[in-house]
């Protein structure tokens, strides 16, 4: 499910999610608690984001994949779940700089949709997908 390293009771409670949420298209409300526990205020707002449809993934013929998320804002930030990276001003302050939480709602609503099995799809082709990895501008 994830591809970098979260701490077992995350990884856990990702794989919990999925098996029941495949049986019951539901999340029940001791995983919502448990979300809320590991993952704090952001865990109700990364729910809001999956409930939005805000996360798509994009992948490239070459197997490349990065996530967009659009943000309350509107805003879309790319986010990788291979290191949990996101380019969002929460994740830069509560994440890196003062190391206050795991993830940034954005990057926890990737891995929300990833285990519920939602995650809106969207083939690019390999050039889009190296202008979007490097965060150049197409030439």
Partial sequence: MTSAVLPAVAEQLFRDIHNIYQETSQIPDDLLIALTFVFGQCAVQ???????????????PSGRKA???????????TCFTSCHYCPCPAFAYMVLRRNKGLLCKHILAVYLCEAMGVTHMQSVPDQQMTVLLSGTSPP
């Fill in 67 to 77: 996530f967009q998320v659009t943000g309350g804002s509107g805003r879309l930030y």
């Fill in 46 to 60: 990364a729910l809001d984001l999956v409930d939005q449809h805000s996360v798509t993934c994009l992948s490239s």
